[in-house]
């Protein structure tokens, strides 16, 4: 929606559900292949805003590495139907002011168009970034540097898609990916993030453990999209997630991946209709800074 009917609406639809994964294997995050230990998640916490043919995934993990020392950076491999257009770190408190709202909400409550960087990154500025760009210009997309990541999309498709993928793993350090694990990305031609998440400042290793700063990715779909699928292989974790659409989830709609996932109980997820005016400020913000309000959303 743009912002003048983002004033005007009167209520939108909120979908909440809390679900845990039940699959081990290959994961979306990823230690150097020189490190000895290994990285897990135990939680991902997300909001989705669709509007139209567009969609705002607000993501935040929380990870684990297990090793005698910690690795200087780790890779974090993020799906997508289209290349994004722009990438912004969200306020730390936001799911923490979303969850407090939505507990008024559900019962019982869940456990807590233009260039590349228009949400606040900065691209184009990583020495590695422009030798990517030098060498296969036709493969990879608009780099960007935003909060902790440095994020490389993959703009091929197809088996080069995984081609592209693989060769900046290997390049940055990293176990290269499993092609039988990629093949339902690869034959829809989705976008893969390349992110590579770096220590805090003044830090010479990533922490232990840790949330990662909400990261805001916008980008094009015609479907409402959440890259469970491909999380789900990082192994067992909490899920919490939260929708606004101007339509309600049809959950029937998405069998196949409801049949993959353990819910705590069938009265976690659910649509609820609210208010624009109940939103909390922070999800409002958000909103605000997405490009749904950009002159040229539909």
């Not at 200087?72 to 002011?97: C, G, H, K, M």
Request: hydrophobic share 40%.
């Amino acid at each position: 929606m743009n912002a003048q009917e983002s004033h005007r609406s009167k209520r939108i639809v909120c979908t909440a559900a809390l679900l845990v994964t039940a699959y081990a294997a290959f994961s979306c995050c990823m230690v150097p292949a020189s490190f000895l230990g290994s990285i897990s998640q135990n939680a991902q916490d997300a909001i989705i805003f669709h509007q139209g043919n567009r969609e705002e995934l607000i993501l935040r993990i929380n990870y684990r590495i297990t090793g005698d020392s910690m690795p200087d950076q780790f890779a974090w491999i993020v799906t997508t139907p289209t290349e994004p257009d722009a990438y912004r770190v969200a306020n730390e408190d936001l799911f923490t002011s979303v969850d407090r709202w939505a507990s008024a909400l559900l019962t019982p409550r869940p456990s807590p168009v233009s260039t590349g960087c228009g949400l606040g990154c900065s691209k184009n500025d990583h020495p590695a970034a422009n030798l990517a760009h030098e060498e296969t210009s036709l493969i990879f997309g608009e780099f960007a540097e935003v909060g902790p990541f440095s994020i490389q999309p993959v703009r091929a498709r197809g088996a080069d898609a995984l081609e592209a993928l693989n060769a900046w793993l290997k390049k940055n350090g990293f176990p290269s990916e499993d092609p039988g694990h990629m093949k339902w990305f690869i034959e829809k031609e989705f976008t893969f993030l390349c992110i590579k998440v770096t220590p805090p400042e003044g830090k010479t290793a990533v922490p232990k453990s840790s949330f990662l700063p909400p990261l805001q990715i916008s980008f094009e779909s015609e479907k409402l999209y959440y890259p469970l699928m491909f999380s789900a292989r990082q192994g067992r974790f909490a899920l919490s997630l939260y929708t606004l659409t101007d339509q309600p989830l049809n959950f029937g709609a998405s069998k196949h991946s409801l049949e993959r996932i353990h819910w705590y109980g069938s009265g976690l997820y659910k649509n609820v209709e609210v208010a624009q005016k109940s939103l909390p400020d922070l999800l409002v913000e958000a909103s605000e800074e997405s490009k749904l309000n950009s002159p040229d959303a539909q």
